[in-house]
């Protein structure tokens, strides 16, 4: 008799309600719960596939280390603990604590117990060398309001809004940024109801499919493109002059910047008609209620800040905040919100503060340190050299840029952890792997999405929504795994260090920081008790939300955002320095790369394959077992290559081999290769087994962002040639790919 538990999904961040069906400890069946009056319903493969994750052969049951063969050898979590602390502890001692480094990835970022109890110990040991993925994913989504400013009562929902602007992102299969959460069920609403949808993207994806508007530009002309419509939304007088005048600066600045922007001019360069530029920015500016989300193709495409702070400019040329008045469509539940004035938080440092690392001149931001440094300061000796490295829950060697140099930082490092379910590509350098439980096997709850309601517009839940729930099924039979946050508190004990876990429904840092929890070092606190110091602060206590039932909307205190004080003076800024220097430089061609090379490369998401986690999983191989590189019909005809075939792709920095999959979805000179791909130099380098890495292709030394390090990523001048080999053709179906 099947057990049927509710319980959400965490192999990503989009947190879906589900329901699955067990017998005892093993599952049968997991679902989508189309009750649930946030996501009707919605699941993906990846999610409802977890029982193949969790019963994987390969993954690890116990922790493991190198032995002196280089070999590794099973751990008992004892053991890994109590021999990763001897080996930080003799490093600190010979070295100093800035000599340990930790890098957060996606997974870690999903469980904030973790990341906060991981950045507790980091303070506890003295090291400031924390690195995250967002320095290689979307730093623009943070550096850009500290230069802008911010609008405390919010952006509009993209359920409320007239009209939106989508650049370089997909939510009909990201779920996230400038559409619902189920898109497909919001979209449908959208058209019935008139409202106007604009994407800029060089693919017809499946939010592009949608538009009333799609720009298929050339990747990396997005600020270019941006910059063409504030111009004509100023020359035709179609921005919200009443606006502008009580909570802007900086107009007559930016009106004087983009006028070097011609339609005729940004068109030609992007691959587009002016008429369709001009057409977008009327649309967009003629909505009552509005907004713009920027995903990670004009972020990793080499004008990551500026394209974000560009896209707030458009909302607050076209007025597109929330106003005094209107009802707040999420108060907070797990997580406290701003408190909704109609008025402008002035600009506040962005950079210049913290830690500054030894190359390129680069130090911290707001988006954290520049991980695309992170290799450099492994391989340049000195005194302030990393020595260790902690990758928690991420996958550095399949992620980083610049994948050669990743490669050999990994093997100049005197320690390498790894904690990771598996043995990744980062793994197989590792000196020892900790095995944690996932999904599952341990506790969650829907703070994390609710989070995101501060990182862009379009971003989290827009109503007072959440969900927690408990464990539902036991690790495997005979394993020996642990929570990965017991890693740091273990390792902490035997460091005899103490931590304070801060509060991540706090979103003032000092606030949190003045309230954090001293955890008790001599008794190991529960999870439950770990949630509630996370929690700490929340609007509701986690202990109302009921444990293991449906996700729902809960009763919070209504909110109406409040006047403006008449004491404020603050304004957003639309005439940043930094920003606007910038901005000029694309004019003269300062900023641009030069490109000898026919094609123009970027990087897409398989929509069953999230980052570089479990390729192994037959489930999720069933279109693909490995990335191929999509190309349009007529380049491949043009290039005499089909579906199967293998390509040499080289940029001016190295080349890979992948395999050719035609897609109509691709506009010409511009192919696509899913990141995270690839294996060690040490391992089987067939295309077919373990894909073709775009990572090889980036160098980090060329063309970064002298904020955040990000260098370009996306839109990489590539040459493409088509190998003859004796290989079997792959079998590749029809496939679609998501926003990346």
Request: hydrophobic share 40%; net charge neutral; glycine share 8%.
């Given at each position: 008799?099947?057990?049927?538990?509710?319980?959400?999904?965490?192999?990503?961040?989009?947190?879906?309600?589900?329901?699955?069906?067990?017998?005892?400890?093993?599952?049968?069946?997991?679902?989508?719960?189309?009750?649930?009056?946030?996501?009707?319903?919605?699941?993906?493969?990846?999610?409802?596939?977890?029982?193949?994750?969790?019963?994987?052969?390969?993954?690890?049951?116990?922790?493991?280390?190198?032995?002196?063969?280089?070999?590794?050898?099973?751990?008992?979590?004892?053991?890994?603990?109590?021999?990763?602390?001897?080996?930080?502890?003799?490093?600190?001692?010979?070295?100093?604590?800035?000599?340990?480094?930790?890098?957060?990835?996606?997974?870690?970022?999903?469980?904030?117990?973790?990341?906060?109890?991981?950045?507790?110990?980091?303070?506890?040991?003295?090291?400031?060398?924390?690195?995250?993925?967002?320095?290689?994913?979307?730093?623009?989504?943070?550096?850009?309001?500290?230069?802008?400013?911010?609008?405390?009562?919010?952006?509009?929902?993209?359920?409320?809004?007239?009209?939106?602007?989508?650049?370089?992102?997909?939510?009909?299969?990201?779920?996230?940024?400038?559409?619902?959460?189920?898109?497909?069920?919001?979209?449908?609403?959208?058209?019935?109801?008139?409202?106007?949808?604009?994407?800029?993207?060089?693919?017809?994806?499946?939010?592009?499919?949608?538009?009333?508007?799609?720009?298929?530009?050339?990747?990396?002309?997005?600020?270019?493109?941006?910059?063409?419509?504030?111009?004509?939304?100023?020359?035709?007088?179609?921005?919200?002059?009443?606006?502008?005048?009580?909570?802007?600066?900086?107009?007559?600045?930016?009106?004087?910047?983009?006028?070097?922007?011609?339609?005729?001019?940004?068109?030609?360069?992007?691959?587009?008609?002016?008429?369709?530029?001009?057409?977008?920015?009327?649309?967009?500016?003629?909505?009552?209620?509005?907004?713009?989300?920027?995903?990670?193709?004009?972020?990793?495409?080499?004008?990551?800040?500026?394209?974000?702070?560009?896209?707030?400019?458009?909302?607050?040329?076209?007025?597109?905040?929330?106003?005094?008045?209107?009802?707040?469509?999420?108060?907070?539940?797990?997580?406290?919100?701003?408190?909704?004035?109609?008025?402008?938080?002035?600009?506040?440092?962005?950079?210049?503060?913290?830690?500054?690392?030894?190359?390129?001149?680069?130090?911290?931001?707001?988006?954290?340190?520049?991980?695309?440094?992170?290799?450099?300061?492994?391989?340049?000796?000195?005194?302030?050299?990393?020595?260790?490295?902690?990758?928690?829950?991420?996958?550095?060697?399949?992620?980083?840029?610049?994948?050669?140099?990743?490669?050999?930082?990994?093997?100049?490092?005197?320690?390498?952890?790894?904690?990771?379910?598996?043995?990744?590509?980062?793994?197989?350098?590792?000196?020892?792997?900790?095995?944690?439980?996932?999904?599952?096997?341990?506790?969650?709850?829907?703070?994390?999405?609710?989070?995101?309601?501060?990182?862009?517009?379009?971003?989290?839940?827009?109503?007072?929504?959440?969900?927690?729930?408990?464990?539902?099924?036991?690790?495997?039979?005979?394993?020996?795994?642990?929570?990965?946050?017991?890693?740091?508190?273990?390792?902490?004990?035997?460091?005899?260090?103490?931590?304070?876990?801060?509060?991540?429904?706090?979103?003032?840092?000092?606030?949190?920081?003045?309230?954090?929890?001293?955890?008790?070092m001599t008794v190991k606190p529960t999870t439950d008790r770990l949630w509630t110091a996370v929690l700490d602060g929340a609007p509701l206590p986690l202990s109302e939300i009921e444990q293991d039932a449906p996700g729902r909307l809960y009763d919070v205190d209504e909110q109406f955002v409040k006047p403006k004080t008449p004491e404020c003076t603050d304004r957003l800024r639309l005439?940043?320095?930094?920003?606007?220097?910038?901005?000029?430089?694309?004019?003269?061609?300062?900023?641009?790369?030069?490109?000898?090379?026919?094609?123009?490369?970027?990087?897409?998401?398989?929509?069953?394959?999230?980052?570089?986690?479990?390729?192994?999983?037959?489930?999720?191989?069933?279109?693909?077992?490995?990335?191929?590189?999509?190309?349009?019909?007529?380049?491949?005809?043009?290039?005499?290559?089909?579906?199967?075939?293998?390509?040499?792709?080289?940029?001016?920095?190295?080349?890979?081999?992948?395999?050719?999959?035609?897609?109509?979805?691709?506009?010409?000179?511009?192919?696509?290769?899913?990141?995270?791909?690839?294996?060690?130099?040490?391992?089987?380098?067939?295309?077919?087994?373990?894909?073709?890495?775009?990572?090889?292709?980036?160098?980090?030394?060329?063309?970064?962002?002298?904020?955040?390090?990000?260098?370009?990523?996306?839109?990489?001048?590539?040459?493409?040639?088509?190998?003859?080999?004796?290989?079997?053709?792959?079998?590749?179906?029809?496939?679609?790919?998501?926003?990346?």
């Open positions: 008799m099947s057990d049927r538990s509710h319980s959400i999904c965490r192999v990503c961040h989009l947190m879906c309600p589900i329901i699955v069906e067990r017998d005892g400890n093993r599952i049968e069946k997991i679902y989508g719960d189309k009750t649930n009056p946030v996501y009707f319903g919605y699941t993906c493969i990846k999610g409802r596939r977890q029982q193949d994750y969790l019963t994987s052969p390969e993954r690890l049951k116990h922790s493991v280390g190198r032995t002196a063969s280089g070999a590794f050898e099973p751990l008992s979590s004892s053991a890994v603990i109590e021999q990763s602390a001897e080996r930080i502890r003799s490093i600190t001692d010979q070295y100093g604590p800035k000599s340990v480094a930790l890098y957060i990835g996606t997974q870690a970022a999903h469980n904030l117990i973790t990341r906060n109890m991981a950045l507790a110990w980091m303070e506890a040991i003295g090291s400031p060398m924390v690195f995250s993925s967002l320095t290689i994913d979307q730093p623009g989504k943070v550096i850009a309001p500290a230069l802008h400013g911010i609008w405390l009562a919010g952006p509009y929902a993209p359920e409320e809004a007239d009209v939106w602007l989508l650049v370089g992102t997909n939510p009909m299969v990201s779920m996230q940024g400038g559409l619902p959460i189920n898109a497909a069920h919001g979209q449908k609403i959208r058209q019935r109801e008139g409202r106007k949808l604009i994407v800029i993207d060089p693919r017809k994806t499946e939010s592009a499919k949608a538009a009333d508007v799609h720009l298929q530009a050339l990747p990396g002309c997005d600020a270019e493109i941006l910059a063409a419509m504030i111009r004509v939304i100023i020359a035709e007088r179609l921005f919200d002059q009443d606006f502008v005048d009580q909570n802007a600066s900086g107009f007559q600045t930016i009106e004087r910047c983009v006028a070097s922007f011609h339609l005729e001019d940004v068109a030609r360069r992007a691959g587009l008609r002016a008429a369709d530029i001009e057409r977008a920015a009327r649309m967009l500016a003629q909505g009552r209620t509005g907004g713009v989300s920027l995903g990670t193709g004009p972020n990793m495409s080499g004008q990551s800040n500026l394209s974000e702070y560009l896209g707030l400019c458009l909302m607050t040329l076209c007025g597109h905040w929330v106003r005094a008045g209107e009802k707040v469509r999420n108060p907070g539940v797990l997580v406290r919100r701003l408190d909704p004035i109609a008025q402008a938080f002035p600009p506040y440092p962005a950079w210049g503060f913290g830690e500054q690392l030894r190359v390129k001149g680069l130090g911290n931001s707001l988006a954290g340190l520049p991980t695309s440094a992170l290799a450099d300061e492994i391989l340049l000796d000195g005194e302030r050299k990393i020595r260790a490295l902690i990758s928690l829950g991420g996958n550095p060697f399949s992620g980083w840029p610049d994948q050669q140099k990743t490669h050999e930082a990994l093997n100049a490092l005197d320690l390498l952890i790894s904690v990771d379910p598996i043995i990744s590509t980062t793994g197989k350098y590792a000196d020892y792997v900790v095995a944690p439980k996932i999904f599952l096997e341990v506790a969650g709850n829907t703070a994390l999405q609710e989070s995101y309601g501060v990182f862009g517009p379009g971003w989290g839940y827009q109503a007072p929504y959440a969900q927690a729930c408990g464990p539902l099924v036991d690790p495997p039979h005979g394993s020996d795994l642990i929570e990965d946050w017991e890693f740091f508190y273990g390792t902490a004990q035997k460091l005899g260090l103490p931590l304070k876990l801060k509060s991540a429904s706090i979103l003032d840092q000092k606030q949190a920081a003045r309230s954090a929890l001293e955890v008790d005439d940043d320095p930094t920003m606007l220097q910038e901005l000029s430089g694309l004019v003269s061609g300062e900023w641009n790369m030069a490109n000898p090379s026919p094609y123009l490369l970027i990087t897409c998401r398989l929509p069953d394959i999230h980052n570089s986690s479990w390729h192994g999983v037959a489930a999720l191989k069933r279109r693909h077992g490995f990335n191929p590189l999509f190309v349009n019909p007529e380049d491949a005809k043009e290039l005499d290559v089909t579906d199967g075939d293998f390509v040499d792709v080289e940029s001016d920095h190295a080349s890979i081999t992948a395999i050719v999959q035609v897609s109509e979805d691709l506009r010409r000179r511009v192919v696509a290769l899913p990141p995270c791909w690839g294996a060690p130099p040490m391992g089987e380098q067939d295309p077919q087994t373990v894909g073709s890495s775009a990572a090889k292709l980036i160098t980090v030394d060329k063309h970064f962002d002298p904020i955040t390090g990000i260098p370009r990523m996306s839109g990489v001048p590539v040459r493409l040639r088509k190998l003859k080999t004796d290989a079997k053709k792959p079998s590749t179906k029809e496939s679609t790919y998501a926003a990346g």
